[in-house]
């Protein structure tokens, strides 16, 4: 495809289960980001890879999410034992390059909103 | 950490143009963006500035950067029902190569 997709685009689950959410972004992108936005909040950065080194995690939130990168492409956030405060839109983005300057810019896909019950 | 403020809302009439304003902290800021998000769609990206220029055009939207006092607008001429949507500045920082967001400025578009 030509954008950044990711799966499924809804996902409500109970409290404590635990939740995957894919990404895949545009083909021949190395960088891959994961934003959260909460109701009526800016986008909160959660964690980056780039090519084969090892992800910034720097954002992460808790030890209960984490996210991995398989074979350079398609990307899963896992969050563990999910909370309601964990409900929000969780955003995909790719990139050329890191940094995403310029033209190397960070295209986003649509979302996954998780509602946590 | 490094912070980028917008204000909430912004309501226009369709035609005239709309001038939505973001103020960021960071000083070693190097490109700054510009998002627009419809409802239940992710993040489009409308334009961006390089941090050495003042303005840029593209049809109906101008960016302006006063770097000195770190303050970037998005103008947007003509305005239509379909600019309806959510803007976001984005301020990517080279000290730490990460993109920082505003909370998103909602533009509603009257007719």
């Known amino acids: 495809g030509a954008g950044v997709s990711q799966s499924p685009s809804n996902k409500v689950t109970e409290k404590g289960k635990d939740v995957e959410l894919r990404c895949d972004p545009i083909s021949g992108h190395t960088a891959l980001y994961w934003y959260r936005q909460s109701l009526g909040q800016g986008l909160e950065f959660l964690i980056y890879f780039q090519g084969n080194s090892a992800p910034d995690k720097s954002g992460l939130p808790s030890d209960r999410f984490s996210a991995e990168r398989t074979g350079g492409s398609v990307s899963t956030l896992t969050i563990q034992r999910t909370q309601q405060e964990d409900s929000a839109v969780y955003l995909c983005?790719?990139?050329?390059?890191?940094?995403?300057?310029?033209?190397?810019?960070?295209?986003f896909g649509p979302g996954t909103r998780l509602t946590v019950l | 950490g490094e912070d980028v403020e917008q204000s909430l809302f912004l309501s226009v009439r369709e035609g005239d143009s709309s001038v939505i304003n973001c103020t960021y902290t960071d000083s070693s800021s190097t490109y700054l963006y510009w998002y627009k998000q419809e409802p239940g769609a992710g993040l489009q990206l409308l334009t961006y500035?390089?941090?050495?220029?003042d303005m840029k055009q593209d049809q109906r939207l101008t960016v302006l950067l006063n770097k000195k006092d770190k303050h970037l607008s998005l103008r947007i001429a003509d305005t239509q029902t379909g600019d309806s949507a959510i803007y976001f500045c984005a301020d990517l920082s080279y000290n730490t190569d990460k993109l920082i967001f505003g909370t998103g400025t909602r533009l509603q578009v009257f007719p």
């Open positions: 500035i390089f941090s050495n220029m």
């Open positions: 983005a790719s990139s050329l390059m890191r940094g995403g300057g310029g033209t190397d810019t960070q295209y």
